[in-house]
């Protein structure tokens, strides 16, 4: 079952890996390959007839044993790993998803300003077009003889010019930010989409490698009952006393790596 994300930025699986590789070699244990194969019935009821055989099979059976314990290790290193990658896909995807919500609703702001401008630009053309590319107000300039009433009209024209020059301005500035939001929250959008295939991937990676750890902890659970029946078989003791001797070493071993 893939675990909730918390916000922290995993390590990297592959220092995880080799760091875990260190402390498995420092302890001496041995590697996958190395590891004799699971000693049958007859070799141990054999191997109770000889005291050199008994020995050199115990150790065996303990290197089997502290070989599964390695696997595991590993196993649930790869597991934990592959979570702490899901994890931070998981929040590479709620800031991108943000941040083209965010976006999109700038952009969507500036369409209405932009709306809005362009119909101002619109009358203010309109205008133009109705006096023959001469505006009302220079027409009303030269309609009176009032020394006055010129320098008056003179100055509410220079007001109302101000006011269309402003009104061009707007309509283009609107049009530049519409234009640059809409391409932002195009590749914001991309972005988002793209964080959510990583972690789709990264959560199948992490439910793959749970369950390969599972079905490893089951298989050499499976291993470990019968190797520690024939711990006691050899040693003369019973399955809970070598189950806690060599519960033992392994916990020896978690202090020695911590």
Same mark, same amino acid.
């Given at each position: ?92 995807? @709620? ?31 309109? @205008? ?29 024209? @220079? ?76 040693? @003369? ?22």
């Amino acid at each position: 079952m893939v675990q909730s994300p918390p916000k922290r930025r995993a390590r990297s699986a592959s220092a995880t890996c080799l760091a875990a590789a260190v402390l498995f070699s420092g302890l001496g244990l041995a590697p996958s390959s190395a590891a004799p194969a699971i000693p049958s019935a007859a070799e141990v009821s054999e191997a109770k007839d000889d005291t050199a055989t008994t020995t050199a099979l115990v150790s065996d059976i303990e290197s089997i044993l502290a070989e599964a314990f390695t696997d595991l290790q590993v196993a649930q290193l790869d597991a934990m790993e592959t979570q702490g990658a899901y994890n931070e896909a998981l929040v590479v995807l @709620d800031e991108r998803r943000s941040t083209a919500e965010r976006t999109k609703e700038l952009a969507a702001q500036a369409s209405k300003e932009h709306a809005a401008a362009a119909a101002q630009l619109g009358e203010l053309a309109g @205008d133009i077009y109705r006096t023959g590319g001469v505006t009302p107000d220079l027409a009303m300039l030269f309609t009176t003889e009032s020394p006055d009433e010129l320098l008056y009209r003179a100055s509410a024209m @220079d007001g109302l010019t101000t006011t269309r020059t402003r009104t061009l301005t707007n309509a283009q500035t609107a049009a530049q930010t519409l234009e640059s939001l809409q391409a932002d929250a195009q590749d914001a959008e991309k972005a988002a989409i793209e964080a959510a295939e990583t972690a789709k991937k990264a959560g199948e990676a992490t439910q793959t490698a749970t369950d390969a750890a599972a079905a490893l902890v089951a298989e050499k659970q499976t291993e470990r009952t019968e190797l520690v029946g024939q711990l006691a078989t050899l040693r @003369d003791t019973t399955a809970a006393l070598e189950e806690q001797r060599i519960s033992g070493l392994e916990q020896a071993r978690r202090e020695a790596e911590l």
